[in-house]
């Protein structure tokens, strides 16, 4: 149990384009899910909450302009990169939980590597 | 603030051997969990454990154990045995009830298992 998928898994785009990144949680419904982006050899940094039914919380220094997320249901969040550009290149990763608290584990989706020409 | 402290950026071990990954971590709250995740080259990122502050009982699970040490904000993982699938990044992280179940996350420490 607790998969979550992401869609899709490599992309490469242009400059200047948008990208939405898909994330599903497969066999659970997740109230909360987490959009974390990871440069190579980095650690993850989380850029946002998803909340079903409510507006992302963002974390300090991240665009909410530049980084759309919506979170329709309580299986699907999707990240928008809106205006890609080369330092937007990186690996998202998404999460989701069962419940908003403390006591529930994050799975983690296999990760976007998003390529900005 | 939340902080997690992976010392360790890289560790080599040969096949077989077992090899300790140390995580310290700093909290203000009295209720937190504390996580290991492992990363193969994938990129996915694989749960390994999760642990409550007020259960400091270690935990063994087959070739993986993890000691639990509030009095030096400790939770350092074993892997025993060690193979070559075990190589990948392996993260601990934090999260804190105050803050809902935000994770941060370790440096991670690169694991390399050579045969």
């Known amino acids: 149990g607790a998969v979550v998928s992401q869609h899709p898994s490599r992309v490469i785009c242009k400059s200047g384009t948008s990208v939405k990144i898909e994330c599903r949680s497969l066999d659970f419904q997740a109230t909360t899910m987490f959009w974390y982006r990871q440069f190579p050899k980095q650690s993850l940094m989380l850029m946002a909450t998803?909340?079903?039914?409510?507006?992302?919380?963002?974390e300090q220094g991240v665009e909410k302009d530049k980084f759309l997320i919506n979170h329709a249901s309580l299986t699907l969040s999707t990240l928008t990169v809106t205006s890609a550009h080369p330092e937007d290149s990186s690996f998202y990763i998404c999460?989701?939980?069962?419940?908003?608290?403390?006591?529930?584990?994050?799975?983690f989706g296999p990760g976007t590597r998003l390529t900005v020409l | 603030a939340q902080k997690v402290t992976q010392a360790q950026t890289e560790i080599s071990v040969v096949e077989k051997e077992d090899v300790t990954l140390d995580c310290v971590y700093e909290t203000r709250d009295t209720t937190y969990y504390l996580f290991w995740y492992k990363q193969p080259p994938s990129g996915e990122l694989v749960f390994l454990i999760r642990?409550?502050?007020?259960?400091?009982q270690n935990e063994i699970s087959g070739r993986y154990s993890w000691n639990f040490q509030k009095s030096t904000s400790s939770f350092n993982f074993t892997i025993t045995a060690s193979q070559v699938v075990d190589s990948a990044v392996y993260f601990c992280a934090l999260s804190e009830w105050e803050y809902g179940n935000k994770l941060v996350f370790g440096a991670g420490t690169i694991l390399r298992v050579k045969s």
């Open positions: 999460s989701a939980s069962p419940g908003g608290t403390s006591t529930d584990t994050q799975y």
């Open positions: 998803s909340n079903e039914g409510s507006k992302a919380t963002y």
């Open positions: 642990r409550n502050s007020f259960d400091e």
